[in-house]
């Protein structure tokens, strides 16, 4: 790639492979550098779970992707510098799940990613 090509992020082709569990296609989205946090109620906000780099990142999508359960993301926003969507998760046990994720891009690339997710109780 040259220093004069712009490249833009796919947002809906990567909420299409969320929802269809396409690993590959995530991972391939994401900077070799790129970090996320993920907030929950295991990993409140005073510490949480982050993942540096594309081999953390790929242990957690592909194991995200690799579970039986139902992936449908909601509203979406993109531009140059960033992206959010709400994704909906569903297992077959009906236990849900909601997710909240906010990327910051570099490059057309994913550079951080912040997940805040609430899971049903048991």
Known sequence: MSANTLTTFDLARFCQAVEGRDSETQLAMYAPDATVTIVDRLTPPGAPRVLSGRDQIA???????GREMSHAVG????????????????????????????????????????VLQAWDES
């Open 75 to 114: 509203h979406g926003v993109v531009d140059e510098h960033g992206a959010a969507f709400s994704e909906a998760c569903r297992y077959p046990n009906g236990t849900n799940v909601m997710c909240m994720t906010v990327l910051r891009l570099a490059d057309g690339r994913i550079a951080e990613q912040t």
């Open 59 to 65: 242990s957690w999508v592909e194991d995200v992707s």
